[in-house]
């Protein structure tokens, strides 16, 4: 995660958006979180799925679904999938 | 039958060294402590890794007349991790912590193979033989993942073994497969440190190679989706968790009183036996209330220990019971609580015991010794009779203020507890809370298997370590409210003598002696070391309104609460009584001090109210808090924070009363 790639889209925090979304994960400005969350499957370029909204949120990364409070997620910046309506 | 897939490039014929103790890893939720279950029954045991508070468990397997070690280590994701958990495996993995394992069995889970092949890829670079246990493999099939295990297994170049731990599927195979020579790692295979973005990457394309199904980057898994819109929703959520807590918080308060009023009757009945058999004498005494009564007082606690962890250990196995920490982690982080310590708060108010116990289930070791420190201002059961006689004493006839009273009381331990944690959090504990990052597993049928022996393993676990403590701290207690004897009072002697003169009629016989035997208790207590110590204490708690009796209730108390009624009730009446009815009440109104002031005016009987609530009254508490830290410093540090808040609030309570007017 040290030198994530250029995003198509602008990345935004994981926070602002919706519940169904479909994003890439483009860094983690959170450096305490970082280990962890790449230890649960969450490393840069992960497709992944915002399946509740809110504090806390829900994404499911392949098939492991993570709880995150919104401490965690508001670090998250994603690049939304353009075909996932978010 | 299942079949171990045998790796590329080994001989059949060769003959590797024989394999006596092997290590099973994982990520934790896939099964790893169900495998060990399966593989070790009842035999195991649970003990510490040696100067760490993270628990292990060993346990032997017979395969073909050869014993096996079977150690299961702590569930891990990955290897570089900064973790104890992962610090302790590598020490392991590496024989820094004692001689290394001949065999690792790494247990995936079959419907998230991406994930926890790098944890295998990590293995495969650290130890030299390897098996994998492809476990769930079942759950897998129901939800559409197919993965071709042999082909992972000429992949990786080990034996893998698909498991279905639950049934015990596949364990002979797996046990079996361990004897099988090692074989060359996968050429593509990242070399070990290497970064894990390349890990992952390999792990994803090998995942990719062998899985068929299920695994896209947002596949739905509809009944997981539909429960957890449910059990993680704001209101209906919460009223689920009410609902699930509240039962397990009644079978804890309710339905353990069974059994455990059951062991104090049996060993009532013990002491009884030994009364009859030993002559009378301080032998008798010692074997009859010092031993037999410091028995019972610790295994009187396994009921509660032993049901609790039965209880989330299937609630955990569900899949429930990080939901539960999900909900309750926006309300308890205000206080830099995780969510995961609602079960022990709440089990604390059960008993302080199995709620330190169950911090077990804290991930974070920082967040955990937060939960332990605080955990006993939650009002346990032993305060109740103390609540109901004080709250009594001071609303003798209003009966509503008496229950406000009461449960101001809870409130009160409560309000404290949580704001403890937010000044432990933000002076004595190290670092800042960790904001939540919890897997949610899938859900599952738990198993009663593995809850039944999770819940004999905390029990033998609490007798042979923290038990035998408190048998001592019982007995050295007893020793204290009972020794020295004392002269029985002249007019005890008095009472004696006329009950023994001729012509008396029984029944006054009777009535003689029991009014001699009640002076010869009050003075035997008064004249304990015990009630020595109160009378030498006296002084330091006058400021709080209390008396020697009242210190002396104090002292006997601090093995744990409910005794300060029977004390308060010896010295009032000379009668050990522990169930408070209005005869006690009465007796214990009735009290005096030297100078004839009644012992619990209003102001005296609320300061003593408010100190119970945050006194840190349990010796068996401070024993358990030592060996779940693994240091005397937080039970130090427990006892010192309690008993002083309590000591500062009551004081501040019985002077503002007195100010007001309240005598």
Known sequence: MSSPSRPAAPAVPLTAMPAGAIATLHEVRDPEARPVLRALGLLDASRLRLCKAGDPCIVQVRTTRIGLSRAVAEHLFVVPDSTSGA | ?663
């Open chain 2, 1 to 663: 039958m299942t079949t171990a897939v045998l790796p590329a490039g080994t001989r059949a014929e060769a003959t590797p060294p024989a394999v006596r103790r092997i290590a099973l890893i994982g990520n934790p939720n896939t099964g790893k402590t169900t495998l060990f279950n399966a593989l070790c029954g009842a035999r195991a045991k649970t003990s510490n890794f040696p100067g760490t508070t993270t628990s292990v468990r060993t346990g032997h397997r017979e395969h073909r007349g050869v014993t096996l070690d079977v150690l299961d280590l702590p569930g891990v994701y990955d290897l570089d991790v900064a973790s104890p958990e992962t610090e302790i495996a590598r020490g392991v993995l590496d024989g820094a912590r004692g001689a290394p394992p001949d065999a690792v069995v790494v247990i995936v889970d079959a419907c998230n193979l991406g994930r926890n092949l790098v944890l295998v890829g990590q293995l495969l670079a650290h130890v030299p033989r390897l098996v994998v246990a492809l476990n769930m493999i079942d759950l897998a099939g129901r939800r559409g993942v197919v993965v071709d295990a042999d082909a992972l297994g000429r992949r990786l170049g080990v034996a893998v073994v698909p498991t279905v731990a639950r049934s015990g599927q596949g364990l002979d195979t797996l046990v079996g497969a361990l004897q099988m020579p090692p074989a060359a790692h996968p050429t593509d295979l990242p070399p070990r440190g290497a970064d894990a973005e390349r890990l992952a990457a390999w792990a994803a394309a090998v995942a990719g190679e062998v899985t068929r199904g299920g695994d896209a980057a947002h596949a739905h898994d509809a009944p997981t989706e539909r429960l957890d819109a449910l059990l993680t929703h704001p209101v209906w959520g919460l009223m689920t968790f009410v609902a699930i807590m509240g039962a397990l918080f009644w079978i804890l308060f309710a339905l353990a009183t069974v059994p455990m009023d059951l062991i104090e009757a049996t060993f009532a009945q013990l002491g009884t036996l030994v009364d009859r058999t030993f002559p009378d004498g301080p032998v008798r005494d010692l074997v009859s209330q010092g031993i037999v009564g410091g028995i019972a007082g610790t295994v009187v606690f396994l009921p509660q220990i032993c049901l609790l962890f039965f209880l989330i250990t299937l609630l955990e196995d569900t899949g429930y019971l990080a939901r539960a920490a999900f909900v309750m982690d926006r309300h308890l982080s205000r206080f830099g609580l995780p969510g995961h310590a609602f079960v022990p708060l709440l089990t604390s108010h059960a008993c302080a015991l199995p709620g330190i116990m169950s911090t077990r289930l804290i991930p974070d070791r920082r967040d955990r010794l937060a939960t332990i420190l605080i955990a006993p201002f939650m009002s346990c059961s032993a305060r109740l009779p103390v609540y109901v006689l004080l709250t009594t004493l001071l609303f003798a006839d209003r009966p509503g203020l008496a229950g406000l009273a009461f449960a101001g009381c809870y409130l009160l331990g409560a309000v404290a507890a949580l704001v403890t944690a937010k000044v432990f959090g933000s002076t004595i504990l190290k670092g800042r809370a960790r904001p939540m990052i919890l897997e949610l597993p899938s859900y599952k049928t738990p198993s009663l298997k593995n809850a039944l022996l999770t819940a004999k393993d905390q029990g033998v676990s609490f007798l042979t370590t923290a038990g035998t403590v408190i048998v001592a701290i019982c007995i050295v207690m007893w020793w204290l409210s009972a020794y020295p004897r004392v002269e029985p009072p002249a007019r005890a002697v008095e009472l004696r003598a006329a009950a023994a003169a001729p012509g008396v009629a029984p029944d006054q016989v009777e009535a003689l002696g029991a009014e001699a035997d009640a002076l010869e208790a009050k003075a035997s207590q008064a004249g304990s070391f015990a009630g020595r110590i109160g009378h030498v204490m006296a002084p330091v708690f006058e400021p709080l309104g209390f008396d020697w009796q009242l210190t002396v209730g104090v002292l006997t108390s601090f093995l744990a609460r409910e005794v300060f009624v029977s004390t308060m009730s010896v010295l009032a009446s000379g009668q050990a009584e522990t169930e408070v009815d209005e005869g006690v009440v009465d007796r214990i109104r009735g009290m005096t001090r030297d100078d004839g002031r009644p012992v619990f005016t209003p102001a005296t009987a609320a300061a003593a109210l408010v100190f119970f609530v945050l006194a840190m009254q349990c010796l068996p508490t401070l024993t358990v808090t030592r060996k779940e830290t693994g240091s005397m410093k937080y039970a130090a540090l427990q006892l010192a924070y309690m008993s002083g808040l309590a000591y500062v609030a009551a004081f501040v309570l019985h002077q503002a009363l007195r100010a007001a007017g309240v005598a």
